[in-house]
């Protein structure tokens, strides 16, 4: 008889695997990117090739470097690559963009340990650091290809009133017809992204839900105008950040509660800092701030176990 | 409507459901173990050279927790010796050549009832364990506290593969019924609840049929999710009943009982034939017929696999149980147990670990774990050594059934994990009493 394998229990596996979660991500990131090449023009495509490229290119040195195991092949590094080229506008100078991407990979991720380890999320942290550094060439707003260029400023400034523009219809907030960063302004592809992830099981939707709603609630209730609350809800970087950020594995709450906790609080920094900050958006603050408060929650959220005591 | 506790989803694969089993003819010989149950080894009664045959006591029962065992062939005694088994520990076998002729020994005679006292005695006598797979001594839990009033009959079968459970409620429910009404007469049972997952449709329908003129009787249809047939998540979802930590169904009201288990004790009260064989379910990848069968206790898993076609690849791991919780021998020589529903055969695809990578955090097996505990936070407890952060986490309700890991994409060992949680808060407990009872004692 051939000598037989031992091993503890559980034998089988659900062939779930980090590379297919992220594969799933870059899936339903997809309609926004086309969607953003087709709003933008395809200077879009170099952008989101360029920060891709750096990101992974900077996680494969930084393994070599560190002489750790590469784990490029996990595609984490492709998804935040993607998602921080699909929060910049489509003007931003490549170099820059780069920096960016490096920035996310190397500071935000690899020194702390790698994937699983960050406790902010990489492309909001570099959007930040991006909007300090190179806060001229973040803050220029491109205006759709085809679209007569009404006003040089997006939307959200319009509706801080400190430019003067007319506000898109709402049709056109829908397909993304406005002023805004790459992969931020089609709701319609970013919705339909989120739902795929949904469905795939890769995110729930208590933090895109509780997110979204919450800000248009507290907008509400702080303006008194539905108008405002809807505008301020579909534009800025609201659902990219509450669909693809707000549910990062690594710098949010595992559980469901938790999960609900978190988008509530991102919906209240957001709206804050949109109707009182000198900010024009606030998603990337709130996420990042709501980050940082994330072993907190799921600490205070954490549910007691069946014939256990409250933990 | 209770909301019914998570699980996961893990593949059916019951590839041999609806196949009737097949008696096994009696292998050159068997190994029966002493230690086949929860509890104190039995203590072998027959010397070598001993002619035995089918049903003859061969180990008494050691103790209040233990349970005897019996001949499950007839033939010569050839061998008592101390073999190790899958938890470790060494415990006699006593190896039986047969004779071929699987003469019944004249002991065997239907037990006569009519007090409690005699029920439980037969339990005792038939060497009935939980058939399930736990293997607790089954008279134990029937000889149950005041207020017990509940009876759960388990027939979720929730593992993948294994039919065993599926085909004793389709070919054995009369017994099953039978089983419940002697409950019923003798330690007061009020309410019986049978619980099927519904991916087996012909044994709920057989089930419910026969149950049709009993009102203290229902089926309860429950979701095909692992792991549904675990005793405390069955308790909550059949009655919304919580076991607390470190209690026993019965301080809930309820005994949880396996449907085969609840056969094989009708089966005993009409022919007193003891347990002395099993029906198995033979799967896995490498077996060529997968099929059911019902196998003398003791017969080598390698002559059951023979019996089924042998392997149609070369097998590198092979299971007592099923895939989730059953456990993998070092050798096909290992005996069919009690307690042994399914044995499982796989080569070397299904056999290989998957490689593990860095935690993602990404929450699946927080929220698909039936108990409700943080695998993730544990096993950051458990490296950095901290009994006192495992004992808030509260690691010790864990009941091992590897939900965390099935689901784990980065393929971490977090039931492993658990295991050892388990043992370092154990430590650190005992360390704790200790040390408070030293300073009480100043």
């Not at chain 2, 010397?47 to 499950?72: C, T, W, Y």
Request: aromatic content about 6%.
């Amino acid at each position: 008889m051939n000598k037989l394998k031992v091993s503890v229990s559980p034998h089988i596996h659900s062939g779930v695997t980090t590379q297919k979660i992220m594969l799933d991500v870059i899936i339903a990131l997809l309609p926004a990117a086309v969607a953003g090449c087709l709003i933008f023009g395809a200077r879009s495509l170099l952008v989101i090739l360029t920060s891709v490229a750096a990101a992974v290119l900077a996680e494969l040195l930084f393994c070599l470097a560190c002489k750790r195991e590469i784990t490029i092949y996990d595609l984490s590094a492709v998804v935040s690559g993607l998602i921080l080229a699909l929060s910049l506008p489509v003007t931003m100078p490549l170099w820059q963009v780069a920096v960016g991407a490096v920035f996310a990979i190397i500071i935000v991720k690899c020194i702390f340990g790698g994937i699983g380890q960050n406790f902010a999320n990489p492309a909001v942290t570099a959007r930040v650091f991006m909007i300090i550094a190179f806060s001229k060439t973040v803050a220029a707003t491109a205006t759709p290809k085809g679209v007569d260029a009404v006003s040089s400023a997006t939307p959200l400034v319009i509706l801080e009133g400190t430019a003067k523009g007319e506000l898109p219809s709402i049709i056109d907030m829908l397909l993304g017809k406005r002023a805004g960063a790459i992969g931020e302004t089609c709701v319609v592809a970013l919705v339909i992204g989120g739902l795929y992830l949904m469905i795939k099981r890769v995110i729930s939707w208590h933090t895109p839900v509780a997110f979204i709603a919450s800000t248009f609630i507290f907008i509400l209730i702080f303006t008194g105008d539905p108008k405002t609350a809807l505008y301020h809800t579909l534009l800025g970087g609201l659902f990219i950040g509450a669909i693809f950020m707000a549910t990062d594995y690594s710098t949010t709450p595992t559980n469901t509660m938790g999960k609900v906790v978190f988008g509530i609080g991102a919906g209240f920094i957001t709206s804050v800092i949109r109707i009182w900050g000198s900010l024009p958006e606030g998603v990337s603050y709130a996420i990042l701030l709501m980050n940082i408060l994330t072993p907190y929650i799921e600490k205070l959220t954490r549910k007691k176990p069946l014939g256990g005591d409250k933990a | 409507m209770l909301k019914m506790l998570k699980g996961v989803r893990v593949p059916h694969r019951k590839n041999t459901y609806l196949s009737v089993p097949k008696e096994m003819p009696p292998p050159k010989s068997v190994t029966l173990l002493c230690s086949m149950h929860i509890g104190k080894p039995a203590v072998p009664i027959v010397k070598i050279g001993d002619s035995v045959r089918v049903g003859q006591l061969i180990a008494e029962q050691n103790g209040f927790i233990s349970s005897p065992v019996h001949a499950s062939i007839s033939g010569t005694v050839k061998k008592i010796d101390n073999v190790l088994i899958s938890s470790g520990a060494y415990v006699p076998a006593v190896t039986i050549e047969s004779d071929g002729l699987m003469e019944k020994h004249e002991s065997v005679t239907p037990p006569v009832i009519n007090t409690k006292e005699d029920f439980i005695a037969a339990v005792k006598a038939s060497g009935i364990v939980g058939l399930g797979g736990a293997g607790f001594p089954t008279y134990v839990k029937l000889d149950a506290k005041e207020g017990v009033d509940t009876l759960i009959i388990n027939g979720a079968e929730c593992e993948p593969y294994i039919t065993s459970d599926s085909v004793t409620l389709l070919s054995k429910g009369e017994d099953i019924v039978e089983a419940i009404g002697l409950m019923k007469n003798f330690i007061g049972i009020k309410k019986v609840i049978i619980g099927i997952e519904k991916n087996k449709k012909e044994a709920i329908e057989n089930m419910k049929k026969l149950t049709a003129g009993d009102d203290d009787i229902t089926v309860k249809v429950l979701p095909s999710s692992y792991p549904q047939g675990a005793e405390k998540v069955l308790i909550y979802n059949t009655t919304g009943k919580i076991v607390p930590a470190g209690k026993l169904p019965a301080d809930v009201g309820c005994i949880v009982c396996n449907c085969t288990t609840a056969a094989e004790i009708a089966e005993y009260i009409k022919t007193g034939m003891p347990l002395v064989k099993k029906c198995v379910t033979v799967d896995g990848g490498a077996v060529k017929e997968p099929k059911n069968l019902i196998v003398p206790i003791g017969t080598s898993l390698a002559d059951v696999f023979e019996f089924c076609g042998g392997f149609s690849e070369e097998s590198e791991k092979i299971l007592y149980g099923g895939p989730m919780m059953g456990i993998s021998v070092p050798s096909a020589d290992a005996p069919v147990l009690k307690n042994t529903n399914a044995i499982l055969a796989f080569g070397n695809a299904e056999s290989t670990a998957p490689k593990t990578t860095a935690c993602i955090h990404c929450g699946r097996c927080v929220n698909h774990c039936p108990i409700g505990l943080v695998p993730t936070e544990i096993e950051k407890a458990y490296t950095a050594g901290s009994g006192e952060q495992l004992e808030k986490l509260q690691v010790n309700l864990c009941m091992e059934c590897g939900c965390c890991s099935y689901i784990c994409p980065a393929k971490r060992p977090l039931v492993q994990t658990n295991k050892l949680a388990k043992a370092t808060l154990r430590d650190y407990i005992a360390k704790k009493q200790a040390k408070a009872k030293e300073e009480s004692g100043k």
